[in-house]
């Protein structure tokens, strides 16, 4: 009687055992599924993110571009507006430099005609 309940109570630790040890590798699985699972959904964001990362990345270099070129650019049309300004200056000298010039001849003709008129006016008289 005492054999058979050892063996009874062997019997049943066992089956306490394999169902204790089918729960652990149960266990076990859904812990490794849950993780996987957690680090699938983070390595979506991460994905996400080193997308959005090279997205930036490329618009920053765009813009850098178009930056230099727009710097560019604007020195060009700053040394066109300098070169304007400089032709104006000198399109100014030149006027006046030209008024100058007829109010000479102005003030020789004026002289010459008084001269001529006087030269004339004694052998008129």
């Given at each position: ?9 062997q ?20 812990a ?5 699972a957690?680090v ?5 964001g991460?994905?996400?993110?080193y997308?959005?990362?090279?997205k ?17 650019q ?14 104006l ?10 008024r ?8 020789i003709?004026?002289a ?5 008129r ?8």
């Open positions: 009687m005492l054999s058979r309940l050892l063996k009874e109570h019997a049943k630790q066992n089956e306490r055992k394999e169902l204790q040890e089918k729960r652990r590798r149960e266990a076990i699985a859904a490794t599924a849950l993780t996987e957690l699938d959904h983070l390595n979506v991460v994905a996400q993110a997308v959005n990362q090279r930036l990345d490329h618009e920053v270099k765009t813009l850098q571009i178009q930056a230099s070129q727009f710097a560019k604007t020195a060009q049309w700053i040394s066109m507006v300098e070169n304007f300004n400089q032709a200056k000198e399109i100014g000298d030149v006027e006046n430099w030209a100058s010039i007829e109010m000479d001849m102005r003030t003709a004026t010459l005609d008084y001269v001529h006087g030269q004339l006016q004694p052998a008129t008289s």
